[in-house]
């Protein structure tokens, strides 16, 4: 997606040069890399599907850190209500400064997802969920899933085409006892690397047992 589709993605660059020494947002320092691997990466599941993300919907980014997918997608779309979950308290300060600099509403939670989404307020309550390099696939969609209402997606942002395609293979179990099915695979490759985005639709919910503490999640993956 070129240009950006908003003025406040210059602004955003700014902050994240100024903070990045800070808070350790990413390890990408050069701006043309950020607009490119950060802000255009998590903008291309709109240019893969732009009825993704219907009208107004709610949309939980999983593992913010430094925002992204999530506020370049509601930089794109500020019709979305966007919540941001992160489990590291310097990087959701970061999150909750950069909301009020651009001027934009987002929610932040300081918290870690697999206690988060055993709470009525959060559980199967986003149409739209995305997570961006968080974990391998099976866990990230233990971790995810119960988040998302029957009906909506998961947007998992993963890396070069055919190693995705291997993780989703490992991912198969879990993703049928989740709740959900695979919808589509997007990927292409660029200058700056291949990139990947499974979208996969909740059909049913989530046993209330998942997520599972990290421990059981790492020991016994789905």
Do not use: W
Request: net charge positive; glycine share 8%.
């Amino acid at each position: 997606m070129n240009p950006l589709p908003s003025p406040l993605f210059p602004l955003y660059l700014q902050i994240l040069l100024r903070e990045n020494a800070k808070h350790n947002l990413t390890a990408i320092t050069g701006p043309e890399e950020i607009r490119q691997k950060h802000f255009a990466d998590s903008l291309a599941l709109l240019d893969d599907d732009p009825c993704i993300l219907p009208p107004h919907a709610s949309l939980l980014d999983v593992g913010s850190g430094g925002g992204f997918p999530g506020v370049p997608l509601k930089l794109a779309r500020p019709d979305i209500a966007l919540t941001l979950l992160e489990a590291t308290g310097k990087k959701a300060g970061f999150l909750r400064a950069l909301a009020e600099e651009l001027g934009i509403e987002a929610a932040v939670l300081h918290a870690r997802a697999e206690i988060c989404a055993h709470e009525p307020a959060h559980r199967e309550q986003y149409d739209v969920v995305t997570a961006r390099a968080v974990a391998a696939l099976p866990m990230l969609c233990e971790l995810c899933l119960p988040f998302v209402k029957p009906g909506g997606v998961f947007a998992a942002y993963k890396g070069p085409r055919e190693n995705a395609e291997e993780e989703l293979r490992a991912a198969a179990n879990a993703i049928r006892i989740l709740g959900a099915r695979v919808e589509r695979v997007h990927g292409e490759s660029t200058a700056y690397g291949g990139r990947t985005r499974i979208v996969l639709r909740k059909i049913s919910q989530t046993p209330a047992k998942y997520p599972r503490n990290h421990g059981a999640m790492t020991k016994k993956p789905l």
